[in-house]
């Protein structure tokens, strides 16, 4: 399948949001396709970039197409695909593991369930090896590489997870019926086709 084309990243972050699900990730190889995101802008209360341009946030200010990759609870890495106007990105939260599985399942622990190895962002990213020093990254250049969906899939669309502001807005994208989302979504008749 041909990678994302460059015009992919400049729509708007819900968009790309939803049209990220079904698009195949892989790092050096590893990785899956994705089933679950969310979207996030400077307007957004939730977002990093909502009080403006810092140090850590300088990446979803930058060019679209590249890594705004960070760190929470000084343990685990998330991974967002900067989108959009400035100060957008999508949280990648989970894939279904397709490419590499046996060094994910090293980077996870070589007990651990396939439906485990990249279920929530912290847990792809290990799965992955994706840290800071990605962070601003070109998607379209190694190790990175993003390539259309094989076909039309069927989205869920509902509200985000483990956030406090805003979080009843509808930003969070999944494809119906996946057994490698994060967490499953709430039965809504908020499901569209994937154009």
């Known amino acids: ?6 015009a992919f990243y ?7 949001a939803r049209a990220l699900i079904g698009v195949d990730l892989t790092v050096d190889g590893v990785g899956g396709t994705i089933v679950e995101t969310e979207a996030y802008d400077v307007a957004d ?3 990093h970039s909502f009080a403006g341009a ?9 060019a679209v197409g590249h890594a ?14 900067v989108c959009g106007s400035p100060g957008s990105a999508v949280l990648i939260r989970a894939i279904e593991p397709r490419h590499g599985l046996a060094r ?9 369930p396939l439906r485990q190895l990249c279920a929530g962002p912290g847990r792809l990213c290990a799965a992955l090896a994706i840290d800071l020093a990605l962070n601003g990254a070109p998607l379209d250049a190694p190790p990175f590489r993003l390539t259309m969906a094989e076909r039309q899939v069927p989205v869920v669309t509902g509200p985000r997870i483990g956030i406090t502001k805003a979080a ?3 930003r969070r994208f ?3 019926d996946s057994p490698w989302l994060s967490r499953p979504f709430s039965d809504t008749p908020a499901a569209s086709q994937r154009n």
């Open 174 to 176: 999944g494809l119906r």
């Open 45 to 47: 209360p939730a977002s």
């Open 68 to 81: 705004y990759v960070y760190r929470i609870y000084g343990l685990h890495h998330c991974l967002n695909i």
């Open 104 to 112: 994910m399942r090293e980077r996870r622990g070589v007990d651990r």
């Open 168 to 170: 009843d807005r509808p």
């Open 1 to 6: 399948m041909p990678p994302l084309p460059p």
């Open 10 to 16: 400049t729509q708007d972050v819900e968009d790309a």
């Open 54 to 62: 810092t140090t850590r946030n300088a990446a979803m200010f930058g």
